[in-house]
């Protein structure tokens, strides 16, 4: 039997046994007295602290869901079974009038002290059991709901170590992936650097060779106009490394920058005037640049003459090449 079942029989108990008494109030023994006091001493002792810890529970909340203790169901009998005690405890207050009298010989001021007292105690004693029962099951709920807490933090932390991991891991294989990537296109960009200088010849030779080529790139003809423009981007790239040979502007020449690749770099015969005039490939952090390297004076005087005499003699040779292609476009205009 539930407690709540208990509660409601013994209301009806003491229902019945009151009604009993008051059937027979007439009586005035000490008996009769007595019963009543045992009947008192247990509604508004014992079961006064019964009734007052359910009134408790209808205001309590589960710990977790925040929800009501009670439904409604379960709430709607505790109304009853309150409304039921507070009849009892009514009616025992009526009995207790109407036996006044009789049993006024048999009580006395000491007795009903001590029931009093006792009454107190035991209330006292039922209301400090509710509230030990009660912390105790907030004190067991914190620590199952931090214990909870504690179990999915520690999962979620888990959780973000491996993924973290992953993305390490992923981090890791994409920068060497792309270590790999950009070292072979170093790598072959070099062999690339290197097959072309092989294949120029350096000074007179090279310089005509590309000037054919460039030639037959532009569509041939004598007045070309991509032909004069290119000879004519050549000429200030090579007069202005002979003006200011110092000057890293004009020794340095990247091949993907975009003025350069569109009146030089695209045409293969005037890069090759470039490398035949001196200029080498090289790859410097993954980019191709075309650098001019002059001999050193002061130790290879030779060296130096015959860098600086390609250098001229191809000036020379892309003037003459520009005054042709002049000379030629005039005369078809004249013609």
Known sequence: MTEFKR????????????????????????????????????VEGELQGKMAKFEKRLTETDPISGQLRYGEGMRAKVAQLQQQYDALAAELRLAEGKLAAALAAHANAAAARAGEAVSAQQAAAAAAEAQRQAAAARERAAAQAAATRAEAEERERQRLAREAAVLRDKKKADEAAAAAAAEAARLAREREAAAIMASVPVGAAGVEAGLRALRDACGGGGGSAQMRKTCGALLQILQNMRSSPEDPR????????????????????????????????VVEEGASLLVMAEPDLATDMDGWTTWYDTLKDTIDRLNDETNARDRASHGGLMG
């Not at 690749?261 to 005037?270: P, T």
């Open 7 to 42: 509660v409601q029989a013994e209301v009806d108990e003491l229902g019945a046994r009151l009604a009993a008494l008051e059937a027979d109030c007439s009586d005035a023994a000490p008996d009769t007295a007595k019963v009543l006091q045992e009947i008192k001493a247990t």
């Open 250 to 281: 004009f020794r340095r020449i990247r091949c993907e920058n975009e003025r350069f690749a569109a009146d030089v770099g695209r045409f293969e015969g005037a890069v090759q005037v470039l490398l035949s005039s001196g200029f080498k490939v």
